[in-house]
C-alpha cells in the first residue's frame, strides 16, 4: 500500500514569490493533517480535514497562507507571498477512519526562502 | 509553560543499555499518547501508543502512562545505535488535536 505522498520534497524560492505543496494520502484516510517543522522543533499543526471540511485552521496564519482539499482527497498548501520566516519543512499527515490518532506522516516538502 | 515539555537532551546511552525518554503535557483532557521516532531529515513515524494508564511493551520498547501526573514515558531495552533518532512525545486531546513536544536526540553509542 503505498503511504502519503507529498511533492515538491524541495523548493527554494526568493521572498515575495508564491509556493504551493501538494499531499495524497493513504488510500481510505478521510483526515488530512499540514504540519509545519522547524529544525529542532517538533510538527506544529497548520490545518486538519476531515474528508473536504477544515475543521480546525486555527493555527493558519491566514494573511498568507490558504489549503484546500477538493473532493476530499489531494490537499494542496499555498503560501502566498512567501517570507524569510517560512523556510521550513512542511509535513502532510493523514489518519484512518478509527479514533486511534495515529498519524502517517509523507516525506515532507523542503521550503527555503532566500 | 510549554503544552508538551521534553528534555532536548542529546541523550547518550551505550549500546545494550536501557534509554529512557520523559515527557509532560499540560493538557489534562489528553486521552491518546503517542511516541514518534524521527530520523535526521527524514519524516516522523509512530513506534508507540498509549490509551490507559500503565505500561504498554511491544518488543524492545515500553510506554509508560500516568495520567495524574500527567506523564508519559518510553523505555528503549538493549539500544542499538539503530535507535539513534529525536523522539518525539504526541498527545492528542478530546478535540482530536495532536500536539507535539520538541523532541529528544538520543544518541546509541557502539
Known amino acids: 500500500e503505498a503511504g502519503v505522498v507529498q511533492s515538491p520534497r524541495y523548493k527554494i524560492i526568493e521572498k515575495k514569490q508564491p509556493v504551493a505543496f501538494w499531499c495524497n494520502p493513504i488510500?481510505?484516510?478521510?483526515?488530512l493533517y499540514w504540519y509545519l517543522q522547524n529544525l529542532g522543533q517538533g510538527p506544529e499543526l497548520l490545518i486538519r480535514?476531515?474528508?473536504?471540511?477544515?475543521?480546525?485552521d486555527s493555527q493558519l496564519p491566514k494573511d498568507r497562507f490558504s489549503a484546500e482539499r477538493l473532493k476530499g482527497v489531494d490537499s494542496t498548501l499555498k503560501i502566498q507571498p512567501a517570507e524569510l520566516g517560512d523556510s521550513a519543512v512542511y509535513l502532510c499527515a493523514t489518519s484512518d477512519n478509527g479514533d486511534t490518532g495515529e498519524l502517517f506522516f509523507g516525506e515532507g516538502s523542503r521550503l527555503t526562502v532566500l | 509553560q510549554k503544552e508538551v515539555e521534553q528534555n532536548s537532551g542529546p541523550l547518550s546511552v551505550p549500546e545494550g543499555a536501557i534509554a529512557s525518554l520523559n515527557c509532560t503535557y499540560s493538557d489534562r483532557g489528553s486521552q491518546s499518547f503517542f511516541w514518534y521516532r524521527q530520523y535526521s531529515g527524514k519524516s516522523p513515524e509512530l513506534i508507540m501508543s498509549?490509551?490507559?494508564?500503565g505500561d504498554k511493551e511491544d518488543g524492545r520498547f515500553t510506554a509508560q502512562l500516568n495520567k495524574a501526573s500527567q506523564y508519559v514515558s518510553l523505555l528503549i531495552r538493549d539500544s542499538q545505535p539503530s535507535d539513534s533518532a529525536t523522539y518525539l512525545c504526541?498527545?492528542?486531546?478530546?478535540?482530536?488535536?495532536?500536539?507535539f513536544g520538541a523532541g529528544t536526540r538520543l544518541f546509541v553509542k557502539a
Open positions: 480535514y476531515e474528508n473536504e471540511e477544515a475543521v480546525d
Open positions: 488510500s481510505g484516510h478521510n483526515t
Open positions: 498509549i490509551y490507559s494508564n
Open positions: 504526541a498527545p492528542r486531546n478530546g478535540g482530536f488535536k495532536t500536539i
